[in-house]
């Protein structure tokens, strides 16, 4: 079209009142003035430059331990994302503050491990020998072909595991595989209790045990009872029957014997919502964390998403470990407490567990350093409290043995 033509074309098009974007987009690009925002400066530089965490400008106190380009690895779930400011546990200061001082063994007494998973290879840690592709942790489970060779054939125990290092990088991870998918109740029963009695006679610092049932047995109570003694914290999962744990007729073992040095572990979302799937309980249940679709590693070097108390449980091992390896003169005790008072309280939480609140790695570290004051000395902070045992001193009164009618992974 010539210049000459063009306003007049113009002109008819708009005397007709037609819209203008039948015009060529050259004569409307000329035509226009530059937008400008109506926000303040302030409030516009707020919107379009959030902040997002970058590891490079973080200061770590013990950056030859921590890598915080983990918290963003392909395994690294919501639980962990320093982004996450409202639901996760809050890791990132604990990771600042944190300074090496012991080697922390976590069993993980599950389904097994992936011990050619590039997450966790680093972490398998034995007792007995050296960790090889022929010994990397003692499998328990009913048909067993190796002893000493754990694998994961169902993928749970890795997950499991892949969390507790999420959480504490420099964990050293004891596999004890219990579970057979094949065998019954009873049978996983009794492998349980072989891996908690190997656990506990080799002196680990932690135990994750995420499966349960909903009768007692007293070898399994025992055996606990001896981790007590011994200063052994033990982290269980409340289970996923969708139950009121307090009510007996709901108990879930060993969740539910009520021993000192057990710490009971629901599950929430990102919204802060217990799982609907989930067991809780005001007086029984110790506290909430991340159990909803959490990455993790997976065998065969993947990565996936896994729901339940299971996943919440490990969140919680992890920042048993991390506490208890910077500051390892505090008792299992003391770590149960440490944990529960620094939950951060959630009003939609404060029914379904004692603290009434979620786990809160940074606080918690927070006020392990205060408990402590970087001292060298023992100390039991928790030898006053009044925690309660009535269940498993119920339960020893009893002159029957527990029957199982359900052992099982979460």
Request: proline letters at 3%; one cysteine or more; charged letters at 25%.
């Amino acid at each position: 079209m010539s210049k000459q033509l063009r306003p007049k074309l113009i002109k008819v098009l708009l005397s007709l009142g037609l819209s203008l974007s039948l015009v060529t987009h050259s004569a409307l690009a000329d035509s226009g003035s530059a937008r400008k925002s109506s926000l303040s400066p302030a409030m516009l530089k707020k919107i379009t430059k959030k902040k997002y965490f970058q590891a490079s400008k973080a200061v770590v106190r013990d950056a030859q331990s921590l890598d915080l380009n983990m918290l963003k690895s392909s395994y690294a779930s919501w639980g962990i994302d320093p982004d996450n400011k409202t639901s996760s546990i809050n890791l990132i200061e604990a990771w600042k503050n944190y300074k090496k001082k012991k080697d922390i063994v976590v069993a993980v007494i599950d389904t097994g491990i992936d011990p050619d998973h590039p997450f966790l290879k680093n972490n398998i840690h034995v007792l007995q020998g050296h960790e090889s592709a022929l010994n990397y942790g003692v499998d328990f489970s009913k048909g067993k072909t190796a002893a000493n060779k754990p694998n994961d054939d169902h993928g749970h125990g890795t997950h499991v595991a892949g969390i507790v290092k999420s959480v504490f990088p420099k964990v050293k991870i004891l596999t004890l595989k219990y579970y057979n998918k094949t065998a019954n109740g009873q049978d996983n029963l009794n492998s349980t209790i072989e891996a908690l009695e190997y656990a506990v006679s080799m002196g680990v610092d932690v135990i994750n045990y995420s499966g349960g049932g909903p009768e007692p047995d007293r070898r399994e109570l025992e055996i606990l009872k001896k981790a007590e003694e011994k200063g052994i914290l033990v982290v269980a999962a409340a289970g996923n029957e969708e139950s009121d744990i307090d009510n007996k007729d709901n108990a879930y073992y060993p969740a539910s014997y009520g021993l000192k040095n057990i710490i009971t572990v629901t599950a929430h979302n990102q919204t802060k919502q217990v799982l609907s799937s989930s067991n809780y309980g005001k007086k029984t249940v110790d506290i909430s964390a991340p159990g909803y679709r959490i990455k993790s590693s997976l065998p065969h070097s993947r990565s996936g998403y896994l729901t339940g108390t299971s996943q919440a449980t490990a969140f919680v091992s992890g920042v048993a470990a991390l506490i208890k390896s910077h500051y390892p003169q505090l008792s299992a005790e003391d770590l149960k407490l440490i944990i529960k008072k620094s939950a951060k309280q959630e009003i939609t939480l404060t029914t379904k567990c004692s603290s009434g609140g979620r786990l809160d790695a940074s606080k918690a570290h927070t006020l392990a350093a205060e408990f402590t004051r970087e001292s060298n000395q023992p100390t039991n902070i928790a030898k006053d409290s009044n925690v309660k045992r009535e269940v498993a001193q119920k339960f020893n009164k009893k002159s029957e043995k527990g029957k199982i009618f359900l052992r099982r992974t979460n």
